[in-house]
């Protein structure tokens, strides 16, 4: 289906069947429950979940395929949300032109700083495409601020000519009229569900960009990418110029961040420099490593996992774990409180650290090599064959046990 | 002519710190053929080593006062220095003084400590993994070290003051002829040159002129060729690591007074320094020094207003610009060997 | 006039003269072999006909057109492939990856974005490929790693996937460098095959002097950077200058 081959179809409609369910599956606690704070399924949190999913996505591309490890390419998303709220401000508060902008900018963009930096390999390949960040970062912070707007970061405003848009339309980014932050909540018994319109077109445009990763994964151009990692001498002993083949992944790459970029600023219209910063790009790092680097789902299963580190692992507090060991000895409750303590709460980033390290160190393949040792465990129990991947991505909607 | 002196000296002060960092890095690089993302997180601790000595000098108990009591009529309780009541209020008082010098003192075991745990503990096991695999996994542990120090010490910059002697400024232009009051510098800057100078010079000798520094230097050229002459080649690289850890940890000690040490100034200084690195050619020692001095006084000179009034934001970029420039006509930085690090 | 016609080719490393008034003729389809002690130039001759190495002097002229200052794949498309010493292979990839990429090169040549072209409707490159593992013997590890192989295995790979592209000119470096007897015998055998059922040329830079002697149809000696005789192995054998050059080290050693 789709030209796809039979597990990778099995696997696409898997995910989709997860993000759209999201809303449902990310709020398996009732909304009074002391649990309530685990719930992810909130809009804001979850078009997170999908926008980072597809930055990650297209890093993979690069980093996953050709093995070139970008520490830059947090500069396409902040020019991606630049372009997009630019757009949003002359022309239309629809978010369709200002998306379209945001990829065509940042490809454009790539364009450029790909074929510089891919003039060298290795370190200088990487450090290449951090001076380039940074200097944006750095650029977008001082001179540029008749475009950047500096510090504040871009905002729409009420003075904004937006042409096209007549005197009733919108006044916050939409869809041919239905607004981003609308939103229906259904109740049931305790429970209640959030459906918003930005998540589901942020939903939408991540599975068409996944179905283009699985069709560029297992295209000829993809096999030739990660030929390219494996023996560059080989490929040009074969008469094949790695060069274009690096760019294409490059620039590739560079839209999937671009895009990622112009979602953010069509949930959220503004734009700031700290997108670009050289953290930023470290952070698409991590989730990518973490996740698997160079399988399908293991960098969106990793930009979940580190969203959900920020935004939920981060709120529990000191109360929160003296609620959890209550039902130890005094002393020994204090004990354990002051041994987890650190690592939760606003120690989250300890953990992601430590976390990190242990999966560089023990599972070069990520979560999804993870998923894949426990799958083979259970089948050597059971006959039953599960595709590992697959048990992976499943795995990538129930909440992280730590 | 003044002002151009001012900014070469002004340069030389964050050129220091980059050309420290850089060595110890290159010093990893070239010894252990490692890449070290952490390095930056043991500057910050070697800058948390000197605010942690003057923490402990402030450590004081209660005592009642003898003669005195409160208006209520209790005892009144002093807080009395540990350090003063050991060593006598003069003796003490100095310290507290001179307490980021000392620092060094304190940082030198300290960071040969944290050197030697992390090339056993976990660089050794990185030699044979690819390079992405160690920028990784420093990386991570580059974070885990920057969260400890946040959790200890909080996210907020601690000011840490120089010795009282050492604080202030020093008319440098009268030294060399020019007007009173033309070129005036802070005198701790000076010290941070200096001080650069002396441990980059130590480092150098100990290379060139002891027969350790013989072999390590033998090992940077050809591993192989030297393990198989039976010298242990792996136990000095081991101490090397050591000794670039304890590099950049002084200069970390010594940078306190001039920048609070707050939690993530590593990785600030480590996306500069690996420029740096990068410039001079990896692996290559004196490239380091010289690269790391370079673009100190090239982005001082960067951000005169003479300069940003014709190129506007220049000296945001500066150091990125000759960054690139360098990497795409030299490829391998100024002073670097072909072929390493391009597989 | 050959098919590879190397002319007055000199190279100079530094201080050190590696090439000096090499000339060389290859004619089409015969085996051609160029053996010399150490440091003769070998590998720098070799270097100079692929495009990893631009000669300072002569020419190198490949079917009538220049191969100087092309890049090694333009070069390969040209029609010379290269069997490395140590098999080049993609270890990372699968044997049968390994075997489609030489035949989507031939077809689309140095660079075509089939990004989102299926694998499934390119039966013509996967029946070829497949073809090509019968014909090696490699079929039934088409789904195995090709770092896994063993070393003989993966000089048999490397050797397929010169010959997917349809070379006019197949240049072998050492090809049983470090290989035991039987495999190398194998590889003679392979070779000899190769050369039976195919129009081709083969260059074969060898120390092995039984290699060479059991496949050449031509020997150009080399020793210190120029060419010292060329002839037909018999010739060579009893040829007093080469025994002096570079038998006689052999037989010392």
Same mark, same amino acid.
């Given at each position: +289906?789709?030209?796809?081959?039979?597990?990778?179809?099995?696997?696409?409609?898997?995910?989709?069947?997860?993000?759209?369910?999201?809303?449902?599956?990310?709020?398996?606690?009732?909304?009074?429950?002391?649990?309530?704070?685990?719930?992810?399924?909130?809009?804001?949190? +979850?078009?997170?979940?999908?926008?980072?999913?597809?930055?990650?996505?297209?890093?993979?591309?690069?980093?996953?395929?050709?093995?070139?490890?970008?520490?830059?390419?947090?500069?396409?998303?902040?020019?991606?949300?630049?372009?997009?709220?630019?757009? +949003?401000?002359?022309?239309?508060?629809?978010?369709?032109?200002?998306?379209?902008?945001?990829?065509?900018?940042?490809?454009?963009?790539?364009?450029?700083?790909?074929?510089?930096?891919?003039?060298?390999?290795?370190?200088?390949?990487?450090?290449?495409?951090?001076?380039?960040?940074?200097?944006?970062?750095?650029?977008?912070?001082?001179?540029?601020?008749?475009?950047?707007?500096?510090?504040?970061?871009?905002?729409?405003?009420?003075?904004?000519?937006?042409?096209?848009?007549?005197?009733?339309?919108?006044?916050?980014?939409?869809?041919?009229?239905?607004? +981003?932050?609308?939103?229906?909540?259904?109740?049931?018994?305790?429970?209640?569900?959030?459906?918003?319109?930005?998540?589901?077109?942020?939903?939408?445009?991540?599975?068409?960009?996944?179905?283009?990763?699985?069709?560029?994964?297992?295209?000829?151009?993809?096999?030739?990418?990660?030929?390219?990692?494996?023996?560059?001498?080989?490929?040009?002993?074969?008469?094949?110029?790695?060069?274009?083949?690096?760019?294409?992944?490059?620039?590739?790459?560079?839209?999937?961040?671009?895009?990622?970029?112009?979602?953010?600023?069509?949930?959220?219209?503004?734009?700031?420099?700290?997108?670009?910063?050289?953290?930023?790009?470290?952070?698409?790092?991590?989730?990518?490593?973490?996740?698997?680097?160079?399988?399908?789902?293991?960098?969106?299963?990793?930009?979940?996992?580190?969203?959900?580190?920020?935004?939920?692992?981060?709120?529990?507090?000191?109360?929160?774990?003296?609620?959890?060991?209550?039902?130890?000895?005094?002393?020994?409750?204090?004990?354990?409180?002051?041994?987890?303590?650190?690592?939760?709460?606003?120690?989250?980033?300890?953990?992601?650290?430590?976390?990190?390290?242990?999966?560089?160190?023990?599972?070069?393949?990520?979560?999804?090599?993870?998923?894949?040792?426990?799958?083979?465990?259970?089948?050597?129990?059971?006959?039953?064959?599960?595709?590992?991947?697959?048990?992976?991505?499943?795995?990538?909607?129930?909440?992280?046990?730590? | 002519?003044? !002002?151009?002196?001012?900014?070469?000296?002004?340069?030389?002060?964050?050129?220091? /710190?980059?050309?420290?960092?850089?060595?110890?890095?290159?010093?990893?690089?070239?010894?252990?053929?490692?890449?070290?993302?952490?390095?930056?997180?043991?500057?910050?601790?070697?800058?948390?080593?000197?605010?942690?000595?003057?923490?402990?000098? /402030?450590?004081?108990?209660?005592? /009642?006062?003898?003669?005195?009591?409160?208006?209520?009529?209790?005892?009144?309780?002093?807080?009395?220095?540990?350090?003063?009541?050991?060593?006598?209020?003069?003796?003490?008082?100095?310290?507290?003084?001179?307490?980021?010098?000392?620092?060094?003192?304190?940082?030198?075991?300290?960071?040969?400590?944290?050197?030697?745990?992390?090339?056993?503990?976990?660089?050794?096991?990185?030699?044979?993994?690819?390079?992405?695999?160690?920028?990784?996994?420093?990386?991570?542990?580059?974070?885990?070290?920057?969260?400890?120090?946040?959790?200890?010490?909080?996210?907020?910059?601690?000011?840490?003051?120089?010795?009282?002697?050492?604080?202030?400024?020093?008319?440098?232009?009268?030294?060399?002829?020019?007007?009173?009051? /033309?070129?005036?510098?802070?005198?701790?800057?000076?010290?941070?040159?200096?001080?650069?100078?002396?441990?980059?010079?130590?480092?150098?000798?100990?290379?060139?002129?002891?027969?350790?520094?013989?072999?390590?230097? !033998?090992?940077?050229?050809?591993?192989?060729?030297?393990?198989?002459?039976?010298?242990?080649?792996?136990?000095?690289?081991? =101490?090397?690591?050591?000794?670039?850890?304890?590099?950049?940890?002084?200069?970390?000690?010594?940078? !306190?007074?001039?920048?609070?040490?707050?939690?993530?100034?590593?990785?600030?200084?480590?996306?500069?320094?690996?420029?740096?690195?990068?410039?001079?050619?990896?692996?290559?020692?004196?490239?380091?020094?010289?690269?790391?001095?370079?673009?100190?006084?090239?982005?001082?000179?960067?951000?005169?207003?003479?300069?940003?009034?014709?190129?506007?934001?220049?000296?945001?970029?500066? =150091?990125?610009?000759?960054?690139?420039?360098?990497?795409?006509?030299?490829?391998?930085?100024?002073?670097?060997?072909?072929?390493?690090?391009?597989? | 006039?050959?098919?590879?016609?190397?002319?007055?080719?000199?190279?100079?490393?530094?201080?050190?003269?590696?090439?000096?008034?090499?000339?060389?003729?290859?004619?089409?389809? *015969?085996?051609?072999?160029?053996?010399?002690?150490?440091?003769?130039?070998? *590998?720098?001759?070799?270097?100079?006909?692929?495009?990893?190495?631009?000669?300072?002097?002569? #020419?190198?002229?490949?079917?009538?057109?220049?191969?100087?200052?092309?890049?090694?794949?333009?070069?390969?498309?040209?029609?010379? *492939?290269?069997?490395?010493?140590?098999?080049?292979?993609?270890?990372?990839?699968?044997?049968?990856?390994?075997?489609?990429?030489?035949?989507?090169?031939?077809?689309?040549? #140095?660079?075509?974005?089939?990004?989102?072209?299926?694998?499934?409707?390119?039966?013509?490159?996967?029946?070829?490929?497949?073809?090509?593992?019968?014909?090696?013997?490699?079929?039934?590890?088409?789904?195995?790693?090709?770092?896994?192989?063993?070393?003989?295995?993966?000089?048999?790979?490397?050797?397929?996937?010169?010959?997917?592209?349809?070379?006019?000119?197949?240049?072998?470096?050492?090809?049983?460098?470090?290989?035991?007897?039987?495999?190398?015998?194998?590889?003679?055998?392979?070779?000899?095959?190769?050369?039976?059922?195919?129009?081709?040329?083969?260059?074969?830079?060898?120390?092995?002097?039984?290699?060479?002697? *059991?496949?050449?149809?031509?020997?150009?000696?080399?020793?210190?950077?120029?060419?010292?005789?060329?002839?037909?192995?018999?010739?060579?054998?009893?040829?007093?200058?080469?025994?002096?050059?570079?038998?006689?080290?052999?037989?010392?050693?």
């Amino acid at each position: +289906m789709l030209g796809l081959e039979k597990r990778d179809t099995l696997l696409l409609i898997v995910v989709a069947c997860l993000v759209t369910f999201a809303p449902i599956l990310l709020n398996p606690f009732p909304a009074d429950s002391s649990m309530a704070q685990f719930n992810a399924g909130y809009p804001d949190l +979850m078009q997170r979940f999908v926008i980072f999913g597809i930055f990650a996505i297209g890093f993979n591309i690069l980093f996953g395929l050709t093995g070139y490890l970008s520490f830059g390419h947090a500069a396409f998303l902040g020019v991606g949300s630049y372009s997009a709220v630019w757009m +949003m401000k002359l022309l239309t508060m629809n978010v369709i032109p200002a998306i379209a902008l945001s990829v065509i900018v940042a490809g454009l963009f790539s364009v450029l700083i790909g074929y510089v930096s891919l003039r060298r390999s290795g370190i200088y390949f990487s450090i290449l495409t951090l001076a380039f960040a940074q200097m944006s970062f750095n650029l977008a912070y001082s001179v540029l601020t008749p475009i950047t707007n500096g510090e504040t970061g871009l905002q729409i405003t009420l003075n904004d000519p937006r042409i096209l848009d007549g005197a009733g339309a919108p006044s916050y980014p939409n869809l041919f009229g239905a607004q +981003m932050n609308e939103a229906t909540t259904l109740f049931f018994g305790g429970w209640s569900f959030t459906f918003s319109v930005g998540y589901y077109l942020c939903a939408v445009i991540m599975l068409i960009s996944f179905y283009l990763a699985i069709r560029i994964f297992r295209s000829p151009f993809g096999m030739m990418l990660r030929a390219v990692k494996s023996n560059q001498q080989r490929m040009n002993y074969t008469g094949l110029n790695t060069k274009p083949y690096t760019l294409a992944a490059f620039v590739i790459s560079g839209m999937y961040a671009g895009l990622a970029g112009g979602l953010l600023a069509s949930m959220d219209p503004l734009a700031g420099a700290e997108r670009m910063q050289w953290t930023a790009s470290g952070e698409v790092v991590l989730m990518t490593i973490l996740g698997g680097a160079g399988t399908l789902i293991g960098p969106v299963l990793g930009a979940g996992f580190i969203k959900y580190f920020e935004n939920i692992f981060s709120k529990i507090n000191k109360a929160t774990l003296e609620g959890w060991f209550a039902f130890m000895p005094d002393g020994i409750e204090e004990f354990f409180v002051a041994i987890i303590y650190p690592f939760v709460g606003k120690g989250w980033h300890l953990t992601l650290g430590l976390l990190f390290m242990m999966v560089v160190i023990f599972l070069p393949g990520g979560l999804v090599e993870g998923g894949q040792r426990i799958g083979k465990m259970f089948r050597r129990r059971d006959r039953k064959s599960s595709d590992a991947e697959l048990s992976a991505a499943q795995q990538r909607q129930v909440p992280p046990a730590e | 002519m003044d !002002a151009i002196l001012l900014q070469l000296l002004n340069g030389l002060d964050k050129g220091s /710190a980059y050309a420290l960092i850089a060595l110890g890095l290159t010093l990893i690089f070239g010894t252990l053929g490692v890449v070290n993302f952490a390095h930056g997180a043991i500057f910050m601790i070697g800058s948390f080593c000197a605010v942690t000595l003057s923490k402990i000098f /402030a450590l004081s108990h209660k005592a /009642a006062e003898p003669s005195g009591k409160d208006f209520l009529g209790n005892p009144k309780y002093d807080d009395v220095l540990y350090i003063t009541e050991w060593f006598g209020e003069d003796i003490g008082n100095w310290m507290i003084d001179w307490s980021v010098p000392l620092a060094i003192l304190f940082a030198i075991p300290i960071m040969l400590l944290i050197g030697y745990i992390m090339e056993r503990g976990l660089i050794k096991h990185f030699y044979k993994r690819p390079h992405a695999d160690q920028i990784l996994v420093t990386f991570g542990l580059a974070i885990v070290l920057q969260e400890v120090i946040k959790y200890f010490y909080g996210a907020n910059p601690i000011p840490t003051a120089s010795p009282e002697a050492l604080r202030g400024s020093f008319d440098f232009g009268v030294l060399i002829g020019f007007e009173p009051n /033309a070129i005036i510098y802070p005198v701790w800057r000076l010290v941070y040159f200096a001080f650069s100078a002396l441990i980059i010079g130590a480092v150098f000798a100990f290379l060139q002129f002891t027969t350790f520094g013989m072999v390590v230097r !033998a090992g940077m050229a050809d591993r192989e060729t030297v393990g198989l002459l039976g010298i242990n080649i792996d136990k000095r690289f081991t =101490i090397m690591f050591g000794i670039a850890a304890a590099v950049a940890g002084l200069a970390g000690v010594m940078y !306190a007074p001039i920048n609070s040490p707050n939690y993530h100034m590593g990785m600030d200084f480590l996306v500069l320094s690996f420029v740096v690195v990068v410039v001079g050619g990896m692996g290559s020692l004196p490239g380091a020094v010289l690269a790391g001095f370079l673009l100190g006084i090239v982005e001082s000179f960067a951000s005169m207003n003479e300069i940003k009034a014709i190129i506007p934001g220049i000296d945001q970029i500066i =150091i990125y610009v000759v960054a690139i420039v360098i990497l795409l006509t030299r490829p391998r930085g100024l002073m670097g060997r072909k072929g390493v690090m391009e597989e | 006039m050959g098919i590879l016609e190397v002319k007055n080719v000199g190279k100079r490393f530094g201080g050190l003269q590696a090439l000096s008034n090499v000339n060389l003729t290859v004619e089409e389809n *015969s085996v051609h072999a160029i053996i010399g002690p150490n440091g003769a130039g070998k *590998s720098t001759l070799l270097n100079c006909l692929v495009g990893k190495l631009i000669p300072d002097t002569g #020419s190198v002229m490949f079917d009538g057109q220049s191969v100087l200052g092309r890049k090694p794949y333009e070069i390969n498309q040209m029609g010379i *492939s290269r069997v490395f010493q140590t098999p080049e292979i993609f270890a990372d990839l699968t044997v049968m990856e390994n075997m489609l990429i030489p035949c989507f090169a031939k077809r689309d040549g #140095s660079f075509r974005m089939h990004a989102l072209e299926s694998m499934m409707n390119e039966k013509d490159i996967v029946g070829k490929a497949e073809h090509m593992l019968e014909e090696m013997k490699l079929i039934d590890k088409r789904a195995m790693h090709a770092a896994a192989m063993s070393r003989g295995d993966k000089r048999r790979l490397e050797i397929a996937m010169c010959l997917a592209q349809d070379p006019r000119l197949l240049l072998l470096d050492e090809p049983t460098a470090g290989m035991a007897r039987a495999d190398t015998n194998n590889t003679i055998d392979l070779l000899k095959q190769i050369k039976e059922e195919r129009n081709i040329t083969i260059a074969i830079i060898e120390h092995d002097m039984h290699v060479v002697f *059991s496949l050449a149809e031509r020997i150009t000696v080399l020793a210190q950077g120029t060419p010292l005789v060329e002839d037909t192995p018999d010739k060579i054998k009893g040829h007093p200058k080469v025994k002096e050059a570079y038998l006689g080290e052999t037989q010392a050693a």
